[in-house]
């Protein structure tokens, strides 16, 4: 069970509600003030609550809330600035991307992404029978294999292909937000099949794909809405329940009995609020990248290193992740854990300019 220092939960929560609220009387619509608080909520329970676990250093707790006070000041900087614009021109532009949806390369997009990751499916070996015989999660045989094995120029290549169409397969998917059949079709099809190719999937996938069902059902959907909301709010709990059980099987485990349930959602909960103990783990090492090493990576990320070979050798996840790990890259057991997003801003930024990625953060939420 964590242990927690209660004073310095409140501070944090007390700090987060007040800057929510300073944030939210400069916004003006209700959709503005519902990304807001949906990011301060989900920043609270990844990145805030966790500031209060005794083996974590107040300073942390400093940073947390500087971070989130920047990002907040971008959020609403883009949002003054897109509404200064102009209700009219605004509604423009979104006539304008709503008729991207019909496009044929739009839709060209959508399906070159789905045949990506069926991809993995047929090369190097057909597996296709694994669609209707999908295997049993076991991420810990995953971690002690080690370093997964260098994959085949095509395989890099279809790689890159899925990173590429997979904002096109986003956007499509707003086409079928009219017909929620065909969306969770759309939605978790591609999910199913990078689940059985891989034979793994992470919790946070599965809760990006759920949100983006949620969201569009939402926002076209407005008299279903408080039916959607009753649905979700039943869910939830369910899920979380699930997600526990998820857990333990993946670890090679059996579904457990009504009695250790509950002891698996604390265990998931302690888990997933505990980035604040991998961030200080990060930030008391005393280790940064070299601006000139950051620098050449950031300019070099989008090019394809099965075209252009191994341009530098830094390699920010499993970097941190040796640091946290204290483990070795290579070695048996080793697997990438991060520090959340605070935690990776002070290590790219160090301790006077991790709060400009919290502006970028903000202003894309924002757009």
């Known amino acids: 069970m964590m242990e927690l220092d ?3 939960l409140f501070v944090v929560s007390a700090a987060t509600i007040i800057i929510g609220l300073i ?3 400069q916004l003006q619509t209700r959709t503005e003030r519902v990304f807001l ?3 301060l909520f989900g920043m609270y329970l990844d990145c805030g609550f966790g500031a209060a676990r005794v083996e974590v250093p107040h300073s942390y707790a400093v940073m947390y809330l500087v971070y989130l006070a920047t990002a907040g ?3 609403a900087v883009v949002v003054t600035s897109f509404r200064a614009a102009g209700a009219r021109k605004c ?6 991307l709503t008729q991207t949806d019909a496009t044929h390369a739009a839709t060209i997009g959508f399906w070159i992404y789905v045949a990506s990751v069926a991809f993995q499916l047929i090369y190097p070996t057909v597996r296709l029978n694994l669609l209707w015989n999908p295997p049993v999660p076991d991420v810990q045989a995953t971690f ?3 370093i997964a094995p260098e994959k085949a120029v095509i395989e890099r290549l279809v790689g890159y292909v899925t990173i590429l169409c997979y904002p096109v397969y986003l956007w499509r998917l707003r086409t079928y937000a009219m017909r929620p059949l065909l969306l969770a079709l759309a939605v978790f099809g591609p999910m199913y099949l990078i689940y059985c190719s891989d034979g793994y999937m992470g919790r946070g996938t599965m809760v990006i794909g759920a949100g983006v069902f949620v969201m569009l059902l939402w926002r076209n959907h407005r008299r279903g809405r408080k039916y959607l909301a009753v649905t979700v709010a039943i869910v939830v709990p369910l899920a979380l329940i699930g997600s526990a059980e998820y857990a333990r099987v993946r670890h090679a485990g ?3 009995g009504s009695g250790s349930v509950s002891d698996d959602v604390w265990a998931m909960v302690d888990t997933e609020t505990g980035l604040p103990l991998n961030a200080a783990a990060v930030i008391e090492s005393g280790q940064r990248v070299a601006p000139g090493d950051l620098a050449l990576w950031a300019v070099t990320l989008p090019l394809p290193k099965v075209l252009t070979g191994s341009i530098v050798t830094f390699q920010p996840n499993n970097d941190m992740a040796e640091i946290i790990t204290n483990k070795p890259e290579g070695a048996a057991d080793f697997s990438v854990t991060l520090p959340g997003i ?5 290590y790219f930024g160090g301790p006077w300019f991790y709060w400009l990625s919290a502006v970028l953060v903000g202003g894309i939420l924002g757009a």
């Open 6 to 8: 209660y004073s310095v």
């Open 23 to 25: 944030l939210h009387n």
């Open 37 to 39: 608080w949906a990011f």
């Open 73 to 75: 000041v971008g959020f």
């Open 91 to 96: 509604r423009k532009i979104d006539w304008r």
């Open 144 to 146: 002690n294999f080690g």
């Open 254 to 256: 059996r579904l457990s």
């Open 342 to 346: 605070v935690g990776e801003s002070f």
